[in-house]
């Protein structure tokens, strides 16, 4: 299946090339993580609830779009009818 982000108000960070957006009092973030020996090369995501707590990616994405759209969905109202997991 494959996804795609809801929130066309995703914005570009200058300084560290991240990508955030707000949703629902979540804040979203997703940054790339260079290809490193022995690693993968991709973007993962962090949402961050309106208590502070952070959830994030538990898997290295290949296209931006489908790390933002699983970000999007861990800040939906319902969170649980969705796929997404809580990574500590």
Same mark, same amino acid.
């Given at each position: 299946?494959?996804?795609? #982000?809801?929130?066309?108000?995703?914005? =570009?960070?200058?300084?560290?090339? !991240?990508?955030?957006?707000?949703? @629902?009092?979540? %804040?979203?973030?997703?940054?790339?993580? #260079?290809?490193?020996?022995?690693?993968? =090369?991709?973007?993962?995501?962090? !949402?961050?609830?309106?208590?502070? @707590?952070?959830? %994030?990616?538990?898997?290295?994405?290949?296209?931006?779009?489908?790390?933002?759209?699983?970000?999007?969905?861990?800040? !939906?109202?319902?969170?649980?009818?969705?796929?997404?997991?809580?990574?500590?």
């Amino acid at each position: 299946m494959l996804k795609h #982000p809801t929130v066309s108000a995703w914005q =570009r960070d200058h300084e560290d090339g !991240a990508y955030t957006a707000e949703m @629902n009092g979540w %804040t979203l973030r997703v940054r790339w993580i #260079p290809e490193r020996p022995g690693d993968l =090369r991709g973007f993962v995501w962090e !949402a961050v609830d309106p208590s502070g @707590n952070k959830v %994030t990616s538990s898997e290295i994405h290949e296209e931006i779009e489908v790390a933002m759209a699983y970000a999007e969905e861990r800040a !939906a109202p319902d969170p649980k009818k969705h796929g997404s997991k809580t990574v500590d």
